[in-house]
């Protein structure tokens, strides 16, 4: 197990170092963010003022051998725009992704394993093909415009919900959540649904595959025939079964919710990180763009290194397969 | 009864479910009518000389000035929707049908190459396919296209980019058994050379599976389009996708003037779910796990 978590962060550490590497020469091919940022009236003392303030005029090699000690050392530069580190500026709207993101795989997780189980259980009958045809739906349906479809029928006809924006906020630990205040959960409710709508879907499909084989197995034939409930058969010994590939999907569509809160913050304009991403490419704020990428790279090879130990633990076979490898 | 050759049988096996012959049908319709858009599209909505701006904003179902009727509305400048939507649904087609047939290309020489070499040029590509796969398409894509900037052939090279890796994968493992059954050792002893072998011998014997991965890919294509064109950094306003149109209704909708954002996407809606009923049939057809 030691050698495999060794060898997997070495891995991970490659993977970072190679993407920062592209991330930085690919992002340097964007344009000139000096046309942008300076004032067409500047003179050129100040315009040149602000090029070397912002390391702008060094050669390309002295800007990645900046970016690289800044990187090792956390700093990721400092956004043009907002004349703020740009960790720090990230940092500040990750809560607000992160409680989207969440609320979003609850909802999917909770109606999703029901709705699956159910489909797998009875897969002839009437209401097992409605589910599993509003998980085609659900699983095909754009995910921006499914946003503006929830906003047309609850905000704009209906008028129940908010359109867009996060709404007051509470803080926890210093931290702001709308979850805790009416008004930050009348925001919240659409931008999660949306997000849980497209995972639902999935976890209903994966459930209904798992369930529908598990139920054959014989030591779930043997807990009928020992006399359990259905409810115990179903509950425990069928839907511990069928949790192994659920949780790996879950676990790596974390980073995809993440990476999709990209559209579904742009729709209901949540302040979250996917929106600032948006802007700043827009705004071609690099050191924004960059420290955005590098976060998100290195989220996504924790999510697998935790994805992969996980399963291990779950699931005894890959475990020794694991430590051997 | 004649032969009963693999292809005959797929052919069977799909009409056997009713619902994967609407769903192709339907598919059939949507891809006509992108072809030919052009005659079937009430309206020019690209020419200036036909669209007037006093029809702007119209309600489907309402008749213009010029007794044109705008079955399914008009936008802001006063162009059909439909007329809009169907040389939308034919930019949408194209780009993603040209993407997944070079990502299928370039990942089914790359798969072949991996199989057939071993070795470090097996691991290395490998290894890219599965850094890759581990990050969202529509991420990639994204920072692709803010570093390549906008245009239908960026977002063409983009989608090839997040898409190859499938296929190579996909080859890859189908080539890997492949290569050990005995006809390829005949055509070994028969001196071939190994391209022939690869491509002539091999390359037949892989495509169920990639061609079961395209069409989910293609699905997957047209919504990453979308998605991007959604954010900005797709299709340039001049060649709208359905997913840019949707864009620009966005502005609208929040005036109650719904129906910019809503055909554009039940059109989008509808080319996805037919794509992946047929994909899902597809599969299990060709699925040796589930033949009856």
Not at chain 1, 100 to 115: E, K, N, R, S
Not at chain 1, 220 to 226: I, L, T
Not at chain 2, 69 to 83: A, K, N
């Amino acid at each position: 197990m030691l050698a495999y978590l060794i060898r997997r962060l070495g891995q991970a550490f490659l993977v970072m170092a190679v993407m920062a590497t592209i991330v930085f020469f690919g992002l340097f091919a964007v344009g000139n963010p000096v046309d942008l940022l300076i004032n067409p009236e500047a003179d050129l003392a100040e315009q040149e003022e602000t090029i070397r303030r912002l390391g702008l005029d060094k050669p390309v090699h002295v800007q990645f051998g900046f970016f690289l000690a800044g990187l090792a050392q956390g700093d990721l530069g400092t956004s043009f725009v907002h004349n703020r580190p740009a960790l720090e500026l990230i940092l500040s709207r990750l809560p607000a992704t992160l409680e989207l993101a969440f609320l979003g795989i609850l909802i999917a997780v909770v109606l999703g394993i029901p709705l699956g189980m159910i489909a797998g259980l009875k897969p002839e009958a009437p209401y097992s093909k409605v589910i599993m045809a509003g998980s085609v739906v659900g699983f095909s349906t754009p995910n921006f415009w499914q946003g503006l479809m929830l906003i047309m029928l609850f905000a704009v006809f209906l008028g129940w919900l908010p359109a867009g924006g996060r709404g007051d906020t509470v803080d926890v630990l210093g931290i702001p959540v709308s979850f805790l205040t009416w008004d930050g959960l009348s925001h919240l409710i659409l931008p999660a649904l949306n997000v849980a709508i497209y995972k639902m879907s999935l976890v209903i499909r994966l459930t209904r595959a798992g369930t529908a084989e598990v139920a054959l197995q014989d030591y779930v034939k043997y807990a009928r025939a020992r006399g359990l409930s259905p409810f115990r058969v179903v509950g425990v010994h069928v839907l511990k079964n069928i949790l192994i590939p659920v949780v790996t999907v879950l676990g790596l569509e974390t980073g995809n919710v993440i990476a999709f809160a990209v559209v579904t913050e742009t729709v209901f304009s949540w302040p979250g990180i996917g929106k600032l991403l948006i802007d700043s490419i827009g705004l071609l704020d690099r050191p924004v763009v960059v420290a955005y990428l590098m976060l998100t790279v290195f989220l996504f090879v924790m999510i697998n290194l935790v994805v992969d130990i996980g399963y291990s633990l779950l699931d005894p076979r890959v475990r020794v397969k694991g430590g051997r490898s | 009864m004649t032969a009963d050759t693999p292809l005959r049988r797929f052919v069977v096996d799909f009409l056997a479910s009713p619902l994967a012959v609407i769903a192709g049908l339907g598919l059939l319709a949507i891809a006509l009518t992108a072809l030919f858009a052009g005659i079937i599209a009430p309206q020019n909505p690209y020419d200036l000389a036909q669209i007037d701006i006093m029809d702007g904003s119209l309600t489907p179902g309402t008749e213009g000035f010029g007794g044109f009727t705008y079955w399914l509305g008009s936008d802001e400048q006063g162009r059909d929707m439909l007329s809009a939507m169907i040389y939308g649904l034919r930019i949408s087609l194209m780009v993603s049908f040209v993407a997944v047939s070079s990502a299928v290309t370039v990942g089914m020489v790359l798969g072949l190459l991996a199989a057939a070499r071993g070795g470090w040029v097996e691991t290395l590509i490998m290894r890219i396919v599965d850094i890759q796969l581990s990050f969202p398409a529509l991420l990639v894509a994204l920072l692709l296209l803010a570093s390549l900037g906008k245009g239908v052939d960026k977002v063409i090279i983009a989608l090839i980019l997040v898409q190859w890796a499938y296929f190579a994968r996909t080859v890859r493992a189908a080539a890997l058994v492949e290569i050990r059954k005995d006809y390829v050792t005949a055509a070994r002893a028969a001196a071939l050379p190994q391209w022939r072998i690869l491509f002539g011998h091999v390359l037949p014997n892989v495509m169920p599976p990639v061609l079961v991965i395209a069409t989910v890919q293609i699905a997957n294509a047209i919504a990453i389009e979308a998605s991007l064109s959604f954010l900005g950094v797709g299709v340039p306003i001049t060649e709208p996708s359905l997913g840019l149109l949707i864009a620009n209704g966005f502005d609208y909708l929040l005036s109650g003037r719904y129906w910019i954002s809503f055909y554009p996407g039940v059109a989008l809606l509808v080319t996805l779910v037919c794509i992946n009923v047929v994909g899902d049939h597809v599969r299990d057809i060709l699925n040796p796990r589930m033949q009856r």
